[in-house]
């Protein structure tokens, strides 16, 4: 059972920035990919953004640009950097990594005011 700690959530002004980090218990190189999900209530869960084991990178059209996930692999870690947030970016976001079978983080808490 892979366990994933998220952090780096809050709540922040329209505009601001914030960055999530995602933890993992085994070296991230194991897994085939890692990503960044978010749902707001009464909503799917929906991807933000993924990397892969060679480090490719894949991002929903509407959120690159402001958004940037990136890896340490030394500290088997991902990140996402939210940069300009909108009221619309408020949601739990979730971390995820796929290894066969889909691992889920507790989600972490985004709150964009106006």
């Known amino acids: 059972q892979e366990k994933l700690v998220e952090s780096g959530g809050g709540l922040v002004q329209a505009g601001g920035s914030l960055r999530l980090s995602c933890a993992a218990s085994e070296n991230i190189l194991f897994f085939n990919s890692m990503g960044w999900y978010r749902q707001v209530p009464g909503k799917q869960r929906e991807l933000v953004a993924t990397i892969n084991l060679g480090g490719s990178i894949n991002y929903v059209d509407y959120l690159a640009g402001r958004f940037t996930i990136s890896r340490d692999v030394a500290m088997n870690t991902i990140f996402l950097q939210m940069n300009n947030l909108k009221p619309e970016d408020t949601a739990v976001y979730y971390c995820?990594?796929?290894?066969?079978?889909?691992?889920w983080g507790q989600g972490t808490q985004v709150t964009v005011s106006s």
């Open positions: 995820n990594v796929r290894v066969g079978v889909v691992y």
